[in-house]
């Protein structure tokens, strides 16, 4: 089978890590993620005018292995910026979503004129099946919204939050405004330096118009941005550890111990070839599940959570050997290794980890799937 990329796949990559090799350096991300913002506005407004990368998260599903390629080049350069949160879960929430209030903020995501962060997290778990803790009531004028979200990426920057809600009909998603009277963010960094909130909800107003995805719709475009986030994800991870493999061969080569580069210690030379295998498991995985996409539920299932699975353990294998590789200076803010594990790790953690979706695969594969021409429960 050929993994290749197309020539279009391979324009898109070459012309995206041209522009952050030049642009988005460690410095510069550095300075966008300590600064009082917590990003660099000029790389997005150029992800939208210069690159048109916001083109993927148009109305028209885009080819996955298109996102793959785009985030792979976002891991490589460590990128901050919420293109994940836009341009992958919450376009596809709007896409799968169906109403003209979903179209209508689509079309600003596309613009580049919109950040969205979708709400969903609660304190029950990442893999809840529906939200619990946040609820809609109705009244004559729309809905009144209560209750709370943990761990919002991208909150603190949104311009739209897209909100998970228990109706009497079942779950919803609703648009809401971050500065709406009763709704409260807590901002804070995590710990590889973007932004996320907790958001509380105080019998904040909305409007019927702002449902943009009712229960219809709603538990059906949350699982397919649910999916397509993990598989972005996975694909960021990949580039993420191969700069961590890469910056590891580099630096054993020039660091000297006993009269020779480290490089040349055998157990190092097989601890780094350990590193590689794991990321090419994951890479294997993540082309996968990136194929199972669009595939029936089961299928899609096995495939994703079996991603994440591999793509979690690479993660801590790649990133804690990289950094101890590294030695001392591993653990200094001034080398790039260590941020770059901080960010593997977070990856491993969000929508479930490793041991979550471990215990999914073991469940959806336990489940006989249906007879042929028989639709699955």
Not at 53 to 65: E, I, R
Not at 137 to 143: E, I, L
Not at 157 to 173: D, F, Y
Not at 192 to 214: K, L, N, S
Request: with cysteine.
């Amino acid at each position: 089978m050929d993994f290749s990329f197309t020539p279009e796949q391979e324009q898109l990559r070459a012309s995206l890590a041209a522009y952050l090799r030049s642009h988005h350096d460690f410095t510069t991300r550095q300075a966008g993620v300590a600064s009082d913002d917590g990003r660099t506005p000029a790389i997005w407004h150029d992800f939208a005018d210069r690159l048109g990368l916001f083109a993927l998260a148009g109305p028209d599903a885009p080819d996955p292995f298109d996102l793959l390629v785009v985030m792979q080049e976002l891991g490589v350069a460590l990128v901050a910026e919420p293109f994940l949160e836009t341009a992958v879960t919450s376009a596809t929430l709007l896409r799968e979503s169906g109403t003209p209030a979903a179209a209508a903020l689509l079309q600003r995501i596309t613009a580049g004129d919109a950040v969205v962060a979708f709400a969903d997290g609660e304190r029950n778990g990442r893999l809840a099946a529906a939200p619990a803790l946040t609820r809609a009531s109705p009244f004559a004028g729309g809905w009144h919204l209560h209750g709370a979200k943990s761990m919002v990426m991208a909150a603190p920057w949104a311009t739209t939050l897209l909100v998970s809600a228990a109706t009497p009909e079942g779950a919803a998603v609703f648009a809401v405004e971050p500065g709406s009277a009763g709704v409260t963010l807590h901002p804070y960094r995590t710990i590889d330096g973007r932004r996320a909130a907790d958001i509380h909800f105080a019998d904040a107003v909305v409007t019927a118009e702002q449902m943009i995805a009712p229960p219809a719709t709603a538990p059906a475009a949350i699982d397919a941005a649910t999916d397509a986030t993990i598989v972005a994800l996975a694909a960021e991870a990949l580039g993420v550890l191969r700069r961590i493999l890469d910056d590891t061969i580099a630096y054993t080569r020039e660091r000297r111990q006993f009269g020779q580069a480290i490089a040349g210690f055998q157990a190092l030379q097989h601890r780094m070839v350990d590193m590689f295998m794991k990321i090419e498991a994951a890479t294997s995985a993540t082309y996968l599940a990136t194929m199972k996409l669009h595939a029936p539920a089961r299928e899609r299932a096995l495939a994703i959570s079996g991603a994440k699975v591999l793509v979690g353990e690479a993660c801590r294998f790649v990133g804690q050997n990289g950094v101890q590789l590294h030695g001392g200076m591993g653990m200094t803010e001034e080398l790039a290794v260590g941020h770059y594990f901080k960010r593997a790790t977070v990856i491993e953690g969000l929508f479930g980890t490793s041991d979550d979706h471990l215990a999914r695969y073991m469940s959806v594969a336990a489940t006989p799937s249906a007879p042929e021409g028989v639709a699955a429960a």
